[in-house]
């Protein structure tokens, strides 16, 4: 316990970082008992040091270079808050010189994690990345620590808050896609320019941090299969509902005796299955362990303050290893390079919307071509039909991709159907 | 790193103690990797050798004398899966002889939780009891590491695996009390006397492991109050859902500037309220955080291999912490003694359900009552009334426990109300 003070280094002062310091100076007294030691963030690394924060901090504090960070001998724990990719400079010369580094940054973390945590490694010290997924929810260090007794055989989160929030807004109050993004982007759940969060770009970020953890295996980000929810109807979510399910932009990794199936897509989702309750910007992850069997983590995925609770609660942990001059060492080296699987190889449930003439013989033909694919049915919904059009609502059971995209293939042939709406993957009640 | 396998003795062989054998078996190697060393279970305490087992063990490893696992200086670990108060001497023995030990033992970690953690500290050992509450579900470190950097300011759990299956079956399939207690008997979800899961000890007990660590104070059992399910009407759960809500047995903890407050009973949960999703044997529990501001935990509340996922976590960081020569020290030392609260103190919403004639100023009075104790009503059902008798069902805001009960003793003295049927408390929408 050679120290009476760590001293800290803030890389950014945006969203993020204005949370930690408030965190530091709203409860400093109990972050100190934990870390059991004085904790002193001693520069913060600002591109414009003269603009107005709503957090309050010495100005003198504030450096526009980085090297005053970054080659401070005294400097023990760098917090890197500017996110992208450009930060991985300082990551990396934060850790050759022997920090600790504590992240928030997804885009990072998901292309670069594994060669950032060996670099740790190779200079023992750490990488800490709490923060880069599910914001204030915990999910790293219980995917490393509590479930660590498990063989994790599958994952399935909700967590982009912004598409969270559009699904919501539509399901629970009957808006438009359009008008929910609206909504969304003015009380500041979504961005000006959504185009990432709404094709699963952030979610896929998300997954392939996660996946590489509970699978110990590197994750190409590439492998991840996207889907997003622009073309989402309320009509959808109306069926869904009469069948007892909601829609959710989910983000599954499995790992099957083939390899792993890593995808992100929305999906139909039983009222009855604890994701279904997960309302508005708020994320979720799902985990099915094989002693556990199945827990899920809830909460706030985004905002200043809970992503800045687990930023803090990874610079205890820093801290309080710094103080007991104690290393146990970085746990995810190991990685393997397991197998993708390709999604036409999974096995799905499908829900399917479609116009059919309101004529003999459709209806069979449409029943035919899935027996013909040996793809069986679960539930169907044919409401009253409008000038001579009829609008089919079908489920499946539980079958090959491969078998339903011929069955789809066929069914787009009939002269009978009018449009293919809607296809979604189906979560089994 | 003086060792290469660390040698771990097991007190008891029941469910979880089963469950922790057959984790080892079929995880070994994960374990192993996790932990950085080998791990050997060499002794097991069992009451009677012979019995058949649904794990398979080397029979030498079986022993019916404590004090050659506790007295066995190879062994570094004892694991304490009896359960009960009786069970003190031996966690005691382990801790003097600078053993660590892991327990899943809810009753004495509720009552002797303190004084063992100071044990440990004075023997620079470590007392681990993740599996102590809520089973598999990730509760004990996410409250001491994930959420270190934010004052607590309230729990609230669903942390009784027997009541919520009752509840769920009431609920959802519209079973009466007794049916649906018959029937979580039969299928191993109660006990045959479930006298301390339905009148709330069990989860009070939960209740005080958790408080103490979230409000770092000493928690005196007998400050909880209790109220159980056994008087719980199915009418109750129908005028619930009708007002949007199910009913739940919740565990609650909350800090306030008083004090704090500790209690164990029935409450409306509203539906969009994520508790109200937990279903069945499931159990949750909602944290909010001065800076994360809400999360949830859910999961198998108990079981065999739920409760040993737990068990074998601690398992790992502590055979980890011993391969690194490392003690990070008992984080929970410095327990203070915060003031309780009495419930009358406390602000509720309330459920009221009663009898009334159908008589001209019957429901006037019972306004009166209200509106004389300051308590305000926020919603009121009154169908239409059979035989001259009407039931009403009343929602308050939230009020002073000690006004809402001032109006009811009013109310229980007028001439036309018959029986008060109902009395719970509700979370607000």
New interface residues.
Partial sequence: MGKDVVKVGLLGLGTVGS?VM??LQ??GE??R??A?INIEVKKILVRNKQKARDVKVDPSLLTTKAAEILQDPEIDVVIELIGGLDAREYVEEALRRKKYVITANKDLMATAGASLLRLARDNGCNIYY?ASVGG???LI??LK???????ILRLAGIINGTTNYILTRMDLEGLEFTEALTEAQARGFAEQDPTNDLEGKDAAYKLCILASLAFNSHIDFDTVHMEGISNLNRRDLLYARELGFTIKLLAIGEEMPEGLALRVHPALVPL?H?L????FE?NALYVE????????????GA?S??T???V??D???VV??IN?Q????V?EI?FLDKKVVPLEELNSAFYLRLQAQDQPGVFAGLANAFSEEMVSLDMIIQKRSREGKAEIVLVTHVEKEKNFNAALARIQKFPGIGAINSVYRVIPK
Same sequence: chains 1, 2.
């Fill in positions: 949370g408030k965190i709203m409860n109990q972050v008992g934990r059991g709490e204030g929810i915990p260090r219980p620590h509590s479930l660590g007794a498990n063989r009855t604890p279904a309750g997960v309302l708020n362990g094989n002693a556990v069997g199945e827990v899920m983590f809830y909460g706030p905002g303050m809970p800045g609770s687990s803090v609660a610079l205890i942990d309080r290893g007991h104690v290393e146990n060492g746990m190991d």
